[in-house]
């Protein structure tokens, strides 16, 4: 699976993805989640490199956010941070809209309406226990969101680790037998697992999301 390449319509397109790890105070080993998320943050500014306007970075204690130039990419992004910050559990707010002030390198010196949108989604997370809120301003895309991430997060709650790892694989290199290859399985054992824990239905959905967001983002 890849990631679309950007239409130069999209660029005036202001998109924040702002995050946080639940349970953060709960964590002892406070330098190891720091380095764990600032890897993912360097690994997820090479990912969204065509869309990044502004860069992910940590902005504060457990919280990061970043600022790119189209929906389309963000249910993957989504997938890829929650995968790449195991074992911690990931919250994440997407919002959309206008930024009142220059777009500058350190996304924390920015303000406007989709940081604001941004805010609220994940503060919503917070207060409903859940992992991903879009608040967009785009009626459609929240409501499409708000049916989909529901489901995906009881789906997606039931994985162990290595179904994540396993799942990044099969992104990465779009094929079971490649990933059956790269573990050391069955294709069959792979096929059987991909199934039955729903990664294979996961996956096809945020590809038909994503897909339906570059449309929505022109």
């Known amino acids: ?20 790890i639940v349970a953060s105070r709960a964590v002892s080993d406070r330098e190891g989640l720091l380095q764990g998320l600032v890897g993912a943050m360097e690994r997820i500014n090479g990912r969204l490199a065509p869309w990044v306007l502004s860069p992910f970075r940590v902005v504060r204690g457990d ?3 970043g600022l ?3 929906l389309g990419p963000v249910p993957m992004a989504i997938f890829d941070l929650k995968a790449w910050l195991l074992p ?18 350190d996304v924390s010196l920015m303000d406007g309406e989709a940081f604001r949108r941004a805010a609220e989604a994940l503060q919503v997370a917070r207060e409903a226990r859940r992992e991903v809120v879009f608040r ?26 290595e179904l994540w790892q396993r799942c990044l694989l099969f992104l990465e290199g779009g094929s079971l037998k490649g990933v059956a290859e790269e573990v050391g ?3 069959q054992a ?25 449309g929505r983002s022109a």
């Open 136 to 161: 967009t301003g785009l009626k459609p895309v929240d409501e499409v969101a708000e049916m989909i991430y529901p489901l995906m997060e009881t789906i997606w709650g039931r994985w162990r680790e």
């Open 185 to 187: 399985v069955s294709y």
């Open 88 to 105: 911690w559990k990931v919250r994440i707010g997407v919002g959309a809209g206008g930024v009142s002030t220059r777009v500058v390198e």
């Open 1 to 20: 699976m890849i990631f679309l390449p950007p239409s130069p319509m999209l660029w005036e397109m202001y998109v924040v993805l702002t995050g946080d």
């Open 63 to 65: 919280e990061f956010q």
């Open 68 to 70: 790119i130039s189209s």
């Open 190 to 214: 792979i096929h059987k697992e991909f199934q039955r824990s729903g990664a294979m239905k996961v996956l096809e959905v945020m590809e038909k999301f994503q897909r339906w967001l570059e």
